[in-house]
Protein backbone atom coordinates (compact mmCIF):
# COMPACT_ATOMS: atom_id res chain seq x y z
CA UNK A 1 0.00 0.00 0.00
CA UNK A 2 1.01 3.64 -0.74
CA UNK A 3 1.05 6.42 1.94
CA UNK A 4 -2.31 7.11 0.56
CA UNK A 5 -3.35 3.69 1.49
CA UNK A 6 -4.12 2.90 -2.04
CA UNK A 7 -2.17 0.39 -3.87
CA UNK A 8 1.05 0.85 -5.87
CA UNK A 9 0.67 2.52 -9.45
CA UNK A 10 -3.38 3.34 -8.24
CA UNK A 11 -4.16 6.88 -9.22
CA UNK A 12 -4.74 8.90 -6.09
CA UNK A 13 -8.20 10.50 -6.38
CA UNK A 14 -8.24 14.05 -5.84
CA UNK A 15 -11.04 16.21 -4.38
CA UNK A 16 -13.10 18.47 -6.69
CA UNK A 17 -14.83 21.54 -5.25
CA UNK A 18 -17.52 22.41 -6.99
CA UNK A 19 -18.01 26.71 -7.22
CA UNK A 20 -21.26 27.13 -5.70
CA UNK A 21 -23.50 29.93 -8.85
CA UNK A 22 -24.50 32.46 -7.16
CA UNK A 23 -27.80 32.75 -6.78
CA UNK A 24 -29.54 35.67 -8.97
CA UNK A 25 -30.62 37.84 -5.93
CA UNK A 26 -27.10 38.21 -4.43
CA UNK A 27 -25.70 38.87 -7.87
CA UNK A 28 -27.98 42.01 -8.12
CA UNK A 29 -26.94 43.02 -4.44
CA UNK A 30 -23.52 42.50 -5.31
CA UNK A 31 -23.67 45.00 -8.68
CA UNK A 32 -25.32 46.71 -6.44
CA UNK A 33 -22.95 47.13 -4.15
CA UNK A 34 -20.46 47.85 -6.74
CA UNK A 35 -22.34 50.72 -7.96
CA UNK A 36 -22.60 52.57 -4.77
CA UNK A 37 -19.44 52.39 -4.70
CA UNK A 38 -18.99 53.72 -7.55
CA UNK A 39 -21.75 56.50 -7.70
CA UNK A 40 -20.16 57.56 -4.01
CA UNK A 41 -16.44 57.71 -6.15
CA UNK A 42 -18.58 59.84 -8.71
CA UNK A 43 -19.94 61.95 -5.51
CA UNK A 44 -16.62 62.94 -4.85
CA UNK A 45 -15.67 64.35 -7.92
CA UNK A 46 -17.52 67.38 -8.65
CA UNK A 47 -17.11 67.37 -12.72
CA UNK A 48 -18.88 71.08 -12.76
CA UNK A 49 -16.20 72.86 -10.29
CA UNK A 50 -13.23 71.15 -12.30
CA UNK A 51 -14.79 72.58 -15.75
CA UNK A 52 -14.88 75.30 -14.18
CA UNK A 53 -11.28 75.38 -13.63
CA UNK A 54 -10.58 75.08 -17.49
CA UNK A 55 -9.19 78.98 -18.52
CA UNK A 56 -9.51 78.80 -22.35
CA UNK A 57 -11.86 76.76 -24.96
CA UNK A 58 -14.90 76.95 -22.44
CA UNK A 59 -17.95 79.53 -22.59
CA UNK A 60 -20.94 79.30 -20.80
CA UNK A 61 -24.26 79.53 -22.64
CA UNK A 62 -28.13 80.10 -21.71
CA UNK A 63 -30.36 78.58 -24.45
CA UNK A 64 -34.17 79.47 -24.66
CA UNK A 65 -36.42 77.03 -24.99
CA UNK A 66 -36.42 75.37 -28.35
CA UNK A 67 -33.48 77.04 -29.42
CA UNK A 68 -31.02 74.53 -31.48
CA UNK A 69 -27.80 74.34 -29.52
CA UNK A 70 -26.30 72.24 -32.68
CA UNK A 71 -27.48 71.06 -35.94
CA UNK A 72 -27.13 67.67 -38.01
CA UNK A 73 -24.07 68.32 -40.28
CA UNK A 74 -22.40 71.00 -38.41
CA UNK A 75 -18.97 70.93 -37.58
CA UNK A 76 -18.24 68.64 -34.56
CA UNK A 77 -15.50 71.27 -32.73
CA UNK A 78 -17.01 71.08 -29.25
CA UNK A 79 -18.29 68.60 -26.05
CA UNK A 80 -21.59 70.56 -24.16
CA UNK A 81 -21.97 70.30 -20.56
CA UNK A 82 -25.50 70.33 -19.18
CA UNK A 83 -25.72 72.29 -16.13
CA UNK A 84 -29.22 73.11 -15.92
CA UNK A 85 -32.55 71.89 -17.83
CA UNK A 86 -33.10 69.23 -20.64
CA UNK A 87 -31.72 68.91 -24.16
CA UNK A 88 -32.93 66.50 -26.97
CA UNK A 89 -30.91 65.06 -29.28
CA UNK A 90 -32.73 64.25 -32.81
CA UNK A 91 -31.60 62.66 -36.35
CA UNK A 92 -33.56 63.12 -40.04
CA UNK A 93 -32.96 60.80 -42.39
CA UNK A 94 -32.40 60.99 -46.59
CA UNK A 95 -35.95 61.18 -46.73
CA UNK A 96 -36.79 63.88 -44.30
CA UNK A 97 -37.82 61.59 -41.81
CA UNK A 98 -36.97 62.43 -37.95
CA UNK A 99 -36.48 60.63 -34.97
CA UNK A 100 -35.72 61.33 -31.07
CA UNK A 101 -32.81 59.24 -30.26
CA UNK A 102 -32.32 60.65 -26.50
CA UNK A 103 -33.74 63.46 -24.14
CA UNK A 104 -30.86 64.68 -21.64
CA UNK A 105 -30.40 66.16 -18.21
CA UNK A 106 -28.57 68.25 -15.48
CA UNK A 107 -25.06 66.48 -15.60
CA UNK A 108 -24.86 64.95 -19.06
CA UNK A 109 -22.91 65.65 -21.85
CA UNK A 110 -23.43 65.30 -25.57
CA UNK A 111 -21.54 66.38 -28.76
CA UNK A 112 -18.85 64.02 -27.82
CA UNK A 113 -18.29 62.68 -31.09
CA UNK A 114 -15.59 64.55 -32.68
CA UNK A 115 -13.33 63.53 -29.64
CA UNK A 116 -13.81 60.08 -31.70
CA UNK A 117 -12.86 61.85 -35.03
CA UNK A 118 -16.15 62.36 -36.25
CA UNK A 119 -15.55 65.51 -38.15
CA UNK A 120 -18.91 66.22 -38.62
CA UNK A 121 -22.27 66.18 -36.39
CA UNK A 122 -24.38 62.65 -36.85
CA UNK A 123 -27.41 64.63 -34.87
CA UNK A 124 -29.03 67.50 -34.05
CA UNK A 125 -29.84 69.24 -30.20
CA UNK A 126 -32.20 71.45 -29.06
CA UNK A 127 -33.58 72.94 -25.58
CA UNK A 128 -36.61 70.99 -24.37
CA UNK A 129 -36.77 73.47 -21.69
CA UNK A 130 -34.47 76.91 -21.16
CA UNK A 131 -30.58 75.83 -20.37
CA UNK A 132 -27.33 76.71 -19.32
CA UNK A 133 -24.85 74.53 -20.83
CA UNK A 134 -20.76 74.58 -20.79
CA UNK A 135 -19.45 74.60 -24.25
CA UNK A 136 -15.86 73.21 -24.14
CA UNK A 137 -13.27 73.44 -27.59
CA UNK A 138 -12.64 69.71 -28.26
CA UNK A 139 -8.84 70.85 -27.55
CA UNK A 140 -9.36 72.03 -24.33
CA UNK A 141 -11.52 68.98 -23.63
CA UNK A 142 -8.99 66.17 -24.71
CA UNK A 143 -6.09 68.59 -22.64
CA UNK A 144 -8.83 68.40 -19.68
CA UNK A 145 -9.11 64.25 -19.78
CA UNK A 146 -4.93 64.00 -20.03
CA UNK A 147 -4.49 66.75 -17.27
CA UNK A 148 -7.46 65.17 -14.61
CA UNK A 149 -7.60 61.59 -14.61
CA UNK A 150 -10.88 61.22 -11.90
CA UNK A 151 -12.59 63.69 -14.92
CA UNK A 152 -11.25 60.91 -17.25
CA UNK A 153 -12.38 58.26 -15.45
CA UNK A 154 -15.93 59.47 -14.82
CA UNK A 155 -16.09 60.55 -18.20
CA UNK A 156 -15.25 57.52 -19.78
CA UNK A 157 -17.82 56.01 -16.72
CA UNK A 158 -20.40 58.49 -18.60
CA UNK A 159 -19.74 57.01 -22.37
CA UNK A 160 -20.10 53.49 -21.46
CA UNK A 161 -23.25 53.56 -19.62
CA UNK A 162 -24.58 55.85 -22.79
CA UNK A 163 -23.17 53.13 -24.59
CA UNK A 164 -25.27 50.65 -22.70
CA UNK A 165 -28.33 52.71 -23.07
CA UNK A 166 -28.33 52.57 -26.93
CA UNK A 167 -27.64 48.81 -27.02
CA UNK A 168 -31.16 48.50 -24.54
CA UNK A 169 -32.96 50.82 -26.72
CA UNK A 170 -32.08 48.53 -29.77
CA UNK A 171 -33.27 45.24 -27.93
CA UNK A 172 -36.20 47.31 -26.89
CA UNK A 173 -36.97 48.51 -30.33
CA UNK A 174 -36.38 44.54 -31.64
CA UNK A 175 -38.03 42.52 -28.89
CA UNK A 176 -40.53 44.32 -26.85
CA UNK A 177 -43.96 45.69 -27.85
CA UNK A 178 -44.51 49.60 -27.94
CA UNK A 179 -46.68 49.28 -25.36
CA UNK A 180 -43.81 48.08 -22.94
CA UNK A 181 -41.11 50.63 -24.97
CA UNK A 182 -43.48 53.45 -23.85
CA UNK A 183 -43.39 52.27 -20.22
CA UNK A 184 -39.49 51.69 -20.32
CA UNK A 185 -39.17 55.49 -21.80
CA UNK A 186 -41.57 57.40 -19.11
CA UNK A 187 -39.28 55.53 -16.46
CA UNK A 188 -36.06 56.12 -17.68
CA UNK A 189 -37.76 59.80 -18.14
CA UNK A 190 -38.28 60.40 -14.79
CA UNK A 191 -34.63 58.73 -13.41
CA UNK A 192 -36.21 55.53 -12.23
CA UNK A 193 -33.44 52.95 -11.62
CA UNK A 194 -30.45 56.01 -11.63
CA UNK A 195 -28.85 57.42 -8.07
CA UNK A 196 -30.89 60.01 -5.79
CA UNK A 197 -34.72 60.43 -5.70
CA UNK A 198 -36.57 59.65 -9.19
CA UNK A 199 -38.10 62.66 -10.29
CA UNK A 200 -42.26 61.96 -10.06
CA UNK A 201 -43.03 64.59 -13.13
CA UNK A 202 -41.50 63.97 -16.50
CA UNK A 203 -40.04 67.55 -18.18
CA UNK A 204 -42.99 68.58 -20.75
CA UNK A 205 -42.78 66.44 -23.91
CA UNK A 206 -44.93 65.55 -26.78
CA UNK A 207 -47.25 62.78 -27.97
CA UNK A 208 -45.92 63.14 -31.26
CA UNK A 209 -41.73 62.71 -29.62
CA UNK A 210 -42.96 60.35 -27.65
CA UNK A 211 -44.04 58.31 -30.54
CA UNK A 212 -40.65 58.98 -32.18
CA UNK A 213 -38.78 57.55 -29.17
CA UNK A 214 -40.19 54.42 -29.35
CA UNK A 215 -41.17 54.07 -32.91
CA UNK A 216 -44.60 54.07 -33.36
CA UNK A 217 -47.85 56.47 -33.74
CA UNK A 218 -49.27 58.57 -31.87
CA UNK A 219 -52.42 57.44 -31.38
CA UNK A 220 -51.14 54.45 -30.39
CA UNK A 221 -49.10 56.39 -27.44
CA UNK A 222 -52.42 58.36 -26.94
CA UNK A 223 -54.32 54.79 -26.25
CA UNK A 224 -51.02 53.38 -23.91
CA UNK A 225 -51.19 56.75 -22.44
CA UNK A 226 -54.86 56.40 -21.27
CA UNK A 227 -54.27 52.87 -20.02
CA UNK A 228 -51.44 53.72 -17.81
CA UNK A 229 -53.80 56.42 -16.74
CA UNK A 230 -57.03 54.56 -15.65
CA UNK A 231 -54.71 51.91 -14.26
CA UNK A 232 -52.88 54.34 -11.90
CA UNK A 233 -49.38 54.29 -13.21
CA UNK A 234 -49.40 58.01 -14.48
CA UNK A 235 -51.39 61.24 -13.52
CA UNK A 236 -51.43 64.69 -14.45
CA UNK A 237 -51.62 66.63 -11.48
CA UNK A 238 -49.54 69.65 -11.97
CA UNK A 239 -47.64 68.18 -15.33
CA UNK A 240 -47.13 64.37 -16.17
CA UNK A 241 -46.39 62.26 -13.11
CA UNK A 242 -45.05 58.78 -13.56
CA UNK A 243 -45.28 55.76 -10.57
CA UNK A 244 -42.94 53.33 -9.83
CA UNK A 245 -45.84 50.49 -10.73
CA UNK A 246 -45.52 51.26 -14.13
CA UNK A 247 -42.13 49.33 -13.94
CA UNK A 248 -45.13 46.23 -13.75
CA UNK A 249 -45.66 46.94 -17.56
CA UNK A 250 -41.76 46.50 -18.39
CA UNK A 251 -41.54 43.51 -16.17
CA UNK A 252 -44.60 41.88 -16.35
CA UNK A 253 -46.75 43.25 -19.44
Given amino acids: ?101 GILSDGDFFGEGGLAGQLLRMSSAAAMTDCAVLRIDKKAMMEALHREHEFSDLFVAYLLARNIRYEEDLVDQLFNS ?32 LAEMIGTTRSRVSFFMNRFRKSGFIHYYGGLQVHSSLLHVVLHG
Fill in 1 to 101: MSPAGQPNGSPRRRKITRQTPIEPTLRTELDALGSTVAAKKKRDFDPHAFLATISEGRKFVLFPRKQTIFAQGDTADAVFYIQTGKVKLTVVSKTGKEATI
Fill in 178 to 209: SEKRLARILLLLAHFGKEGKPESVVPKISQEV
